[in-house]
């Protein structure tokens, strides 16, 4: 392993996608920004977009801008990242968050299955999907049966095809889980819940734009997703959700929202849903959040999710062969997948000190990554933007903090909002 | 009645809200809109704004921001709405859409109300309000109660109080209603609803900045509002619910979502609802949508809600006076309550012909007026931005396209998307 700061240079000049990070604004060259799927990075296009969003579509063309766009972009921008996801355009639509979009599938898919009582998931779940489960379960009396992981970081699928039987409506997990960063295999797991006779639903939120995926390929009936991570849609973006076209008239969401009736603006009294999938569109969108989701989404496309996948493994591998020649021996622990095949596109590492020296590189080395009870810094690698020379400053720096003690001076303690 | 154009130039020069104009963006000069009921106009200080929190909060300071005042926004924009509409600051949160917050509070209404099976609405509410209440009698097997209006226009509180029994969990209406600006008494209503032991929940997206009211003083349950109209926070833009202070903690949202938890990043395994409203929270707020909500709620509070109220009834009734002078001659019907204290801030006009009628005003007249079936041409009076003139010119060439027949060239069909 080549640990010089030349070599980490040598790499990005040799990136095929490295033109990508212009794309991007980096209002602080200084600031190693490791937090991309939590927040990815604001597209210069986004600006010009949204300011033609505010200022000349809502500004000037008031009222009318609803007829010249903005109606179907739920529908034109879900038809964009069903791209990025292996569907078909016609099966993804971006509305509302994604703890809503998750309530609404996971709801449907228990109503369509009544002869089915249990829904299976694990607890590296992210905790909005195990909190939301909870909740559904207990409303319509069914059963949540929760697969702990052994070693508090993966779930193999045999453990999965253990607690997944006859009377299992739906098997839903975290495509990438969201503290260790393990990939499920899509393939395999959705088998196994089909063998059973379950419905697999896909919460896609770390993997959408960092993982390529085959949603028709694998028959998945349901998923959702959130754009504001690894899309680069913009804080809290609404989020899309996807149903399997053969399903769409099958299928209720249960929130009865006039923009998912039929006909809406004949304003009749009686509910009857759209004929497609803008069935699952509640109230009226957020067009200025919404209208921010698609040039990130286009960018991605111009990339190649093939391209950013390849780039994001050698990202996280760099990371990783990096941790093992400098902070392996300072007791910093993986809490990622070895084997990139079973890894997203962040890194978790584990120390016992964790929060403090997550706190110490924020304050004091210019790099931002974020912090997951109760051990793990999280780098999240954005292949899009994220530079090789990052991740090499980032493991120094993070050696740095650790070896000169410097999280020492910060509290043991989360701060009450982070 | 003074028909002259000086009389109308003589009521703006005589307006004290006037300078409020000047607020917002007027990019085109010779347009009168009278659809600020639909989409209200974009303020200035909208544009700096938003600016500001997409380039330097996103893209400078990244997921920093949400420690630096977006985490806070749900609670801290409502508690600026709740002065609007005679509430607690901790009485009001902005989040999702008007649909999906009218979902969780009559769930949770009805959950808190297990031995009464009854919601009462009436035939007037608007379409979505009707369609997630049938989703949701469908779905607990509870009876939606429906009082038709024997106008088509109004429904009396004493044809309500019929309705109202002792198996009624919920009386629900619009408070204005969408199609005739009827403006429900809401004490009178609300006091009828718990003359019967019933809970009362207030639809406010067509009197929230239009109407002052007293929730608190009133008492009150459940309120659910728009911000894209009268508030002026832009297309789509978050909506807002009420809940009074006492019952918070006995209520719970149906939708379990992570921003809904208590110590949300302690990511603890089990749903523990926040003890505070905030547990009415889902997913992540858009946040850029959600930002866009508070300048103009700023703006109403500075010229208050007293004087907005008393500059709207002025302007409704100068619009009813040249209605009866130059319309009413003409075929055209009053749609909406003769008495002011029975009308919100828009005036309904009917004519068999209001399809293409609204669509001549818009397509050469310069006038944006908004159509509703079967025969409603609405006029949105926004009295923080419209003025006397653009009402005088309205009906004027209103009149001009009936007199002319302009309308006939036309299809008496909707376009497919208005």
Redesign the interface.
Known sequence: MDLSPEYARALDADDELARFRDEF?V??PELI?M?GN??G??PKR??AR??EV??Q????R??????EG???APQRIGGKIAQLIGARPEEVLVS?????NF?KLVHAALRANPNRRVIVTD?LN???D???L??IAQ?LNCELRIVHSKDGLTVSPEELAQAVDANTALLTLSHVEFKSGQLHDMRAVTELAHRAGAWMLWDLSHSAGAVPMALNDCNVELAVG?T?KYLNG??????FLYVRADLQEKL?S????????SNQ???????RPAPSLTRFL?????????A?VEPGVELLLEAGMKRLRAKSVRQTEYLIALWEALLQPLGVTLNSPRDPAQRGSHVSLGHPEGLRIDRALIEEMHV?P?F??PDNIRFGLAPIYTTYVEIYEAMMRMRHVIEERLYEKYPTE??A??
């Open positions: 604004v209002a602080d920004y937090d939590s927040l990075r604001l986004t600006v949204l300011r505010v200022e579509e809502w500004g000037q008031l009222i009318r801008s609803w007829g903005w109606f179907t509302d968050s994604t703890s809503v309530y607890d992210f905790p909005s195990l909190y939301l909870q909740g409303a959130c504001y913009g804080p809290g973006a609404p989020a209720r249960p929130i009865w929202g006039w923009f998912g009736q603006f004949e304003m009749e009294p009686k509910y509640a109230g009226t969108p957020t067009m200025l959040s919404l921010a931002i974020d997951r009870f989360r701060p909002v982070t």
